[in-house]
């Protein structure tokens, strides 16, 4: 698509990691350092519309990007995690997967994880 920003990405060879189907960058908006997109070289809006291939492809790139990450930043943790439509966040309509490092006190408190992108449902 010409107005898709991850699909002029893959013009502009702005890639860090990729595969056949797939390729890895850092965010433009990291939330800490070293967070990175894992996206399919195909232009579709989410995780449903992926072929097997694809998601093989996609899920090989999460693993190499861990190595890398674990290398580069040593973090002491990681979250994964898809934003899938619009009322999800989903703010690029082109599907891609964060890899998150996490850091000891990079937040007072972690517990909870994911549960975030909902405030007052992340204690429990």
């Known amino acids: 698509m010409k ?12 890639i860090v990691l990729e595969n056949k189907l797939a390729f890895a960058l850092f965010d433009g908006y990291p939330v800490n350092e070293g967070h990175m997109l894992i996206i399919p070289k195909r232009h579709i809006k989410d995780w449903w519309e992926t072929t097997y291939a694809e998601r093989k492809d996609i899920l090989s790139l999460v693993d190499q990007a861990k190595e890398y990450l674990d290398k580069k930043y040593k973090p002491d943790g990681y ?12 703010s690029i309509m082109h599907l891609h997967v964060h890899l998150i490092p996490r850091y000891v006190g990079d937040t007072p408190n972690p517990r909870g994880g994911v549960r975030g992108v909902i405030p007052e449902k992340q204690n429990y």
Do not use: D, P, W
Not at 3 to 14: H, L
């Open 3 to 14: 107005n898709c920003y991850f699909c002029k990405c893959v013009e502009e060879k702005n």
């Open 79 to 90: 979250n994964i995690g898809m934003n899938l439509g619009e009322s999800a966040g989903q």
